[in-house]
């Protein structure tokens, strides 16, 4: 990156601003449930776990070996990748286009909520962040030089990202309808790059494959009926308003709005004008998007597993609005961000002190559990166990459970009597 690129320094600035924030602000707020959870599974190291492949765990394993097991340690993987993803969406926006819409895609996805929250939270998300959009960066480079090299990389990050979450199999299907509509980059398809590149992502998703072929394929079923059997009694144009709804609620109703718009944009400019750009662009956000849509008229789809689609969606409606020369276009551009910003903020802020009364308030699992932890700890003094002696602590849930085993003194172990579903 050259330091005569004007958008370099403003890059930068971000960069300092946001991690020097989330450094700040990730020992301000207890863990989560999941955050706790995940850190409770780092204890005991395997190939795979029931619900997740193991990607955050050997993450937080490392990072609280080091730091010991803080609030603090658990959530510093996150800071740092959220940095670097980041500096990857500058790039991809970069080498799509230029380094302008390089630059306005990394500053709406440090504002985007979503994200936001991605960057201050220990989940499995984070991690597949970064290699999601390293395998679209990686294919990028590889469409636009012919270097197969790029294409393995490509296929490198999507080994690390199926190691990370399971929902980063819909990448594979995302490219290859890109390439399959992209009649100048059909010729993949003959090339030995695609299939070598896919024996690279399966020998790195082996330990998964492993853990799953000696536990009864448990993870690989419950992840499939998790998503895709029906669950619910109502289906059908009321789930899909719900789906639609939890979506423009964890980026800003009006950022969802523009992406939508962005993405329609793109197919009409990818009719028109066949730049295959666009087409990219669209592919790799919209299938995903429409993947969950089906998927929520059978089953309760979570607000974050769409976040992968919104990436791609970013830099086509930065790109959109570079292009732009119309005043009204730059205002409502300017509305856009703003309000993304303004639901970001107010998140963060009730996470810390509340503010507001909200029904089920996601930020209410944020505070009480050290104060809990210290009663349970109380307790097991006040027992008076003798030397020797062996006790334990049993919950009704794997979240209490790990909440228990993190903020109890001397973080014991926990045990759950919950046969229910994770």
């Known amino acids: ?134 395998a679209l960066y990686f294919g990028v480079k590889a469409i636009k030089t012919s270097d197969g090299k790029w294409w393995y990389l490509k296929d490198v990050a999507l080994g690390l990202g199926m190691l990370s979450k399971y929902v980063m199999v819909l990448f594979i299907p995302a490219f290859l309808i890109f390439i399959l509509l992209s009649k100048e980059h059909r010729h993949w398809l003959k090339r030995k790059e695609p299939y070598v590149g896919s024996l690279i992502a399966i020998l790195i998703f082996l330990p998964v494959i492993i853990w799953n072929a000696q536990n009864d394929w448990i993870s690989f079923k419950f992840q499939l009926a998790h998503g895709l059997q029906i669950k619910k009694k109502k289906t059908g144009l009321p789930s899909l308003i719900e789906y639609i709804g939890s979506q423009a609620a964890v980026l800003s109703p009006l950022l969802f709005v523009a992406l939508i718009w962005a993405t329609v944009r793109g197919v009409i400019v990818w009719l028109k004008e066949r730049d295959w750009r666009y087409l990219f662009l669209v592919t790799t956000s919209a299938f995903v998007f429409l993947f969950f849509g089906y998927s929520s008229l ?116 926990v045990y759950s009597i919950s046969n229910s579903n994770m």
């Not at 609280?64 to 940095?83: H, M, W």
């Not at 086509?316 to 205002?331: E, G, R």
């Not at 703003?338 to 998140?347: H, K």
């Not at 507001?356 to 109380?378: A, M, N, R, Y």
């Open 298 to 413: 059978r089953a309760k789809v979570e607000g974050n597993w769409p976040m992968s689609a919104y990436f791609m969606a970013i830099i086509s409606l930065a790109s959109l609005y570079c292009q732009s020369s119309y005043q009204k276009k730059k205002v409502f551009a300017a509305l856009v961000a703003g309000t993304a910003l303004l639901f970001t903020i107010f998140a963060h802020i009730q996470g810390v002190t509340p503010v507001i009364f909200i029904k089920k308030d996601p930020t209410d699992q944020l505070h009480g559990w050290s104060q809990f932890g210290k009663e349970v700890g109380d307790t097991l003094r006040d027992l008076k166990i003798e030397e020797g002696q062996k006790t334990f602590i049993l919950a009704n849930s794997h979240q209490l459970t790990a909440e228990l085993a993190f903020y109890t003194p001397s973080q014991p172990r």
């Open 1 to 134: 990156m050259s330091t005569n690129n004007p958008y370099y320094r403003p890059l930068l600035l971000l960069l300092l601003v946001t991690t020097a924030f989330r450094l700040f602000y990730i020992n301000l707020i207890e863990l989560t449930p999941d955050e706790a959870y995940y850190w409770d599974l780092s204890r005991r190291l395997q190939l795979s776990y029931f619900d997740h492949p193991p990607m955050l765990m050997y993450m937080i394993s490392f990072f609280t070996k080091v730091f010991g097991s803080t609030e603090f340690a658990v959530r510093l993987p996150s800071v740092i990748i959220s940095s670097i993803v980041t500096a990857v969406v500058f790039l991809l926006g970069k080498e799509l286009f230029d380094e302008r819409v390089g630059f306005y895609s990394a500053f709406l996805a440090n504002v985007t909520l979503i994200y936001s929250v991605g960057g201050v939270l220990s989940t499995i998300d984070t991690p597949f962040a970064l290699f999601w959009v390293s």
